[in-house]
């Protein structure tokens, strides 16, 4: 019997699907509308219609693997479960204080993101710890059980736990989490020293009530998914993908599901790094472009950027500090309102505009005929000839040109150009938007973008990734297989991985090694049972060790890569450890402080992998062409005749010139006069722009 894996990424507007077969080395993947309402309904009904679905359902399963926005977009959207904080007496106001900066120094009218729990639902209890963990006031168990006995009374669902000092000393967070568990078990309970260990206690506030937020719908939805796909006979174990670019196993996301608030986008840069490293290209930029939004992320030798903070529902996009700041590790990249359902309009200037609105799939774009009539990216990139309409998304979804021409025609009146010229310019902005960001983005990591192929996947990226190169002065783009459902195949090739951080005030000049180390050893410990109880066949863990080093005077920490350890001999490990801050600050800032004698510790446990995918060039056929059609590209000056092609049916090492377009159930590749592409073996087609 044929061993199945499966991988599930829910996206704004379409839920991706793949099926790996491990026996055969083959693969399938398919794309179906998001269900809002339901989320797993999309799930269902994707599998039970998928090309291999009911073959699969049959055969024996190894793990599901699953990404979703629905938790970022609960944040964004407030629609989360009512949710209370207990603090320390005295600190009830910590998240509007915040750190008393302006995001915008010279807007007069700024606005703060507002917390997720009213000051209503924000009480304090009787307790203190000091910084060196030490009891100041034991906690007061009674009055702690009456303040959520008011909580109860105003309807909460989930309480987030956030006392001072907890990274220190999380006595007093578990021993309230353990009488709020006997005395009210419906309760759904965060201590912040589960979520973030860290000091600075409105960071480590925000985090824990994001995830307190999201907690219960995750509980629900996970739990309504497993059942879903079990009635469907699969019951492999479900895994899931964190922000941080790794798997983990479904118990450790019910206890912080806040991990999760970034899983598709990194699940689209892990596909990226792996299919251009397949490909020798290791030093890309990452373009996933969907329905709703567009990410772009930097791959450095092969590896995706990391952070280790991040912010959600931002009250102004490329604004800093305009959102509420979540300390935990994620791929590193930028997400704007540019998609396929991304709504042009005229704004009150009379300029075209596009973005950040999304028709989403429900009721989707005006081709899709399901009662949308304002004209979007699809509906332009579909009259510009780029898109068949009797082929989107492999013909399962029934395409309406002649909606689309209705809609950009009501918008061209109003600016008074063309359909043609109203649809070019739709595509040209968005692509400049896109081009924008990365730019941003690029610069602000001090790289050149020339010395970066594009990778472009997505439903969209195949499409606007010839434009976007261009606009960026890239020569490579690269395209890999089965395209418009990469972040799926990014779920099945990533590793298990858990990262684990502490707080500790290390002096680097002073303080014993043996105290360091055991830090490390006690984090590496945690993230081993984690990243074991995943299932997967782990054999050797990559363990990296890193440290957040802050200098006296400095208001915020840097982390770096720290030596192997174990950290024992004082001779060596001490000026390796001074050497690896030495070079961190020097890369980032261009020259190293006197001394950095404050250190936290910080690790990274990975390993294990799914699938290991082979190439997926197609068989060498003569009917990979599939005619021509007429497309618009701009350096020849309006509609050109491209060849369309078959992507299933194109073999390894086949050469093609531009203008072509070359045609797979989940996108179209775009490629222009001037470029020529080449398919390879591994199944990728690499295109060189000229």
């Not at 990469?486 to 500790?504: E, H, K, M, N």
Request: charge should be negative; include cysteine; charged fraction near 20%.
């Amino acid at each position: 019997m044929s061993e199945y894996s499966l991988g599930i990424d829910i996206g704004g507007t379409f839920t991706d699907l793949v099926i790996h077969d491990h026996d055969t080395g083959r693969r399938w993947g398919s794309k179906v509308l998001t269900t809002h309402a339901d989320p797993q309904q999309g799930v269902v009904a994707g599998v039970r219609y998928h090309p291999r679905g009911k073959r699969s359902r049959s055969a024996q399963h190894r793990p599901r693997v699953h990404a979703t926005t629905l938790f970022t977009n609960a944040l964004i959207e407030r629609k989360g479960a009512p949710t209370g904080l207990l603090v320390t007496d005295g600190f009830r106001d910590m998240l509007e204080i915040g750190r008393e900066r302006k995001y915008d120094l010279y807007d007069i009218g700024i606005e703060n993101p507002a917390p997720l729990v009213p000051r209503n639902l924000r009480l304090g209890a009787s307790e203190r710890m000091r910084a060196d963990g030490s009891v100041a006031e034991p906690l007061d168990e009674a009055q702690l059980l009456r303040q959520v006995d008011v909580l109860r009374a105003a309807g909460v669902t989930s309480v987030a736990l956030v006392f001072l000092h907890a990274y220190a000393n999380p006595a007093h967070e578990e021993q309230a989490a353990r009488a709020i568990a006997a005395h009210a078990p419906e309760l759904f309970v965060t201590p912040s020293h589960q979520v973030v260990r860290e000091i600075r206690e409105y960071e480590r506030a925000s985090t824990t009530v994001a995830s307190a937020y999201v907690k219960p719908i995750a509980a629900g939805y996970l739990a309504a998914l497993a059942r879903e796909l079990t009635g469907l006979g699969i019951a492999a174990p479900l895994l899931l993908m964190l922000s941080g670019g790794g798997l983990t196993h479904a118990a450790e996301v019910n206890r912080n599901p806040v991990q999760m608030l970034e899983s598709g986008p990194a699940a689209g840069a892990l596909a990226a790094a792996f299919f251009g490293a397949r490909d020798g290209v290791n030093d890309l930029l990452a373009f996933d472009m969907g329905g709703t939004t567009a990410k772009l992320s930097l791959v450095d030798g092969g590896e995706p950027l990391v952070a280790y903070g991040f912010e959600a529902a931002r009250q102004k996009r490329f604004i800093e500090g305009s959102g509420l700041p979540i300390r935990l590790s994620t791929i590193e990249l930028i997400e704007i309102g540019a998609g396929g359902g991304s709504i042009a309009r005229r704004d009150e200037i009379g300029l075209l505009k596009v973005g950040p609105d999304s028709a989403g799939s429900e009721p989707g774009p005006a081709c899709y005929a399901r009662g949308g009539t304002a004209p979007t990216v699809t509906d332009a990139n579909l009259l510009l000839g780029y898109l068949n309409p009797d082929f989107f998304a492999g013909g399962t979804l029934r395409i309406d040109a002649g909606a689309a021409a209705d809609a950009m025609a009501s918008l061209a009146a109003t600016l008074g150009l063309s359909t043609e010229a109203t649809a070019a310019g739709i595509h040209e902005l968005v692509n400049e938007n896109m081009a924008g960001a990365a730019r941003v983005h690029i610069a602000e990591r001090g790289r050149d973008p020339r010395r970066y192929a594009l990778v472009c996947t997505g439903g969209g990226g195949p499409v606007h990734g010839y434009s976007v190169a261009r606009k960026l002065g890239i020569t490579r783009l690269v395209c890999p297989p089965s395209p418009g459902v990469a972040s799926a195949w990014g779920l099945l090739v990533a590793p298990a991985r858990v990262d684990r951080v502490t707080t500790i005030g290390f002096r680097l000049d002073s303080d014993p090694l043996a105290g360091f180390e055991a830090a490390f050893r006690q984090l590496e410990d945690e993230a081993r049972e984690v990243v074991a109880a995943t299932g997967l066949p782990l054999g050797a863990l990559r363990i990296d060790r890193l440290g957040d080093g802050r200098c006296v005077g400095q208001g915020f920490d840097l982390v770096v890569p720290l030596p192997p350890g174990p950290y024992a001999d004082d001779a060596i490990a001490r000026p390796g450890l001074a050497a690896a801050f030495e070079h961190g600050y020097r890369e980032k800032f261009g020259r190293a402080p006197p001394d950095v004698p404050r250190v936290s510790v910080r690790v990274a446990v990975s390993g294990g992998q799914i699938a290991e995918l082979p190439g997926a060039a197609g068989e060498a056929s003569s009917t990979a062409i599939k005619g021509q059609r007429r497309a618009r590209f701009a350096e020849a000056g309006g509609f050109v005749d491209a060849t369309v092609y078959d992507r299933d049916r194109l073999a390894a090492n086949t050469q093609i010139s531009g203008p072509a377009l070359i045609e797979d159930p989940g996108s179209t590749l775009v490629i222009g006069p001037a470029a020529t592409a080449m398919v390879m073996p591994s199944g990728s087609i690499v295109v060189e722009l000229g």
